[in-house]
């Protein structure tokens, strides 16, 4: 049996030459038109009216479509920012990452990662241990594309997510996002929180944690926000890791467990645990 041919479709909203927002998506050719009108209403259903919207439809015939499982998700009932950032640091640590590269993350997320101080429309590539840029572009960052839920997938993580009260249409795209990333060759784990000003959620992924979720990352009506995706830094293939972010098509075929969490500790213990075996 031959598989469908997917799609991946693109869209960039700008406005005075400044991004705006952007999406991506993966499906079959019976969903191309209904998506790409779905993601041009979105582009326009926003604060800023954008002058341009860019949709960009690639045939992905021919290219093998790898099959993944979407990370756990555990959303952290936390009441405030401080403890948000606090427990977001721990996971991090958790997961291998230095303290000198998650306060640079944070540095750079609240600042603006763009030389020119501006959120990225992409992501940073940051070294684990040493906190060293390593995008090649650090105006751009990397952008992930060519991934998303099949549909049956689709409907079961809407159902679990509703289950615990996340029904945002963020909330299901960044763990799709979060969980291609989570699979890349090189990547141990992301940091991630909204550019929008009324969304302050965010997460940490990483396989070994799966998505942690934080709901206040930043403060309301803050424009700061992004992602940083944290590589180690021994035989590290910058270009391999491209190539799979950029051009590897990957849908997420099957959802993992979804549950609400006020107390990190258990999923600390048990990733010390899993380090040691
Ligand atoms: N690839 C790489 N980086 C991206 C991508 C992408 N496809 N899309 C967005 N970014 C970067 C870029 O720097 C944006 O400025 C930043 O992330 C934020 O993008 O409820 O909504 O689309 O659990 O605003 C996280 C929490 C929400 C969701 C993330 O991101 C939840 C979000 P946004
Ligand atoms: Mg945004």
Known sequence: MTSPTFYSIRMRASAGGRHLSGAERLVTADRVARTAQELIERARGRGIDPDQV????????????????????????????????????????AAGISLVAIENAFMLLDRGPAPSGNTMRGAMIMHAETGERLEPDQERGVRVSRFDWSSEAYAAIDRELTRIGLMHFRTREALSLASKVAHSPGVIAELCWSDDSDYSAGYVSSLSTGYVRFPFMKQSGRTSGGRAFFVKGKGFDRDALLSYLQ????????????RQNADLSVLLHNKTINRHV
């Open 54 to 93: 860019q949709v960009t439809v690639d045939s992905l015939r021919g290219l093998l479509i790898k099959n993944i499982q979407a990370l756990d998700l555990t959303a952290f009932t936390a009441l405030d920012m401080t403890q948000c950032r606090s427990a977001s640091r721990q996971v991090l640590q």
């Open 247 to 258: 051009k590897e098509p990957v849908i997420v075929s099957g959802i993992g467990s979804c």
